[in-house]
Nanobody
Framework: QVQLVESGGGLVQAGGSLKLSCAAS????????MGWFRQAPGKEYEFVAT????????SYADSVKGRFTISRDNAENTVYLQMNSLKTEDTAVYYC??????????????????WGRGTQVTVSS
């Protein structure tokens, strides 16, 4: 297991940018695929992006492709989500999650065993 803490959320106008961070405890972080998910009020969890344990493979939901970028710094035990050209429909609580060891990442919630508490992102029109 790994402990995850998200930060960087906030209020931003449509068209703006935010960069989320997810700090992880434990050396095992470097071996886990990592993912970002979000949940808007009254909606189900939605996959956003995932990155392989080495950082070499990334995958995105169609709704954020071309606007969001996931990255990781294994030396800092941190995974990031750079969000550009934000839209009001991006408003949600964003969660990072740790998945399979030496994995390539997955869009499925069930593939992740450890979750942070989330950070609120609100995009105003």
């Amino acid at each position: 297991q790994v402990q995850l803490v998200e930060s960087g959320g906030g209020l931003v106008q449509a068209g703006g940018s935010l960069k989320l961070s997810c700090a992880a405890s434990g050396r095992a972080f470097t071996t886990y695929a990592m993912g970002w998910f979000r949940q808007a009020p009254g909606k189900e969890y939605e996959f956003v992006a995932t990155i392989s344990w080495s950082g070499g493979i990334t995958s995105y939901a169609d709704s954020v492709k071309g606007r969001f970028t996931i990255s990781r710094d294994n030396a800092e035990n941190t995974v990031y989500l750079q969000m550009n050209s934000l839209k009001t429909e991006d408003t949600a609580v964003y969660y990072c999650a740790a998945g399979q060891q030496l994995g390539f990442g997955s869009p499925a919630r069930a593939a992740y065993h450890s979750w942070g508490r989330g950070t609120q992102v609100t995009v105003s029109s």
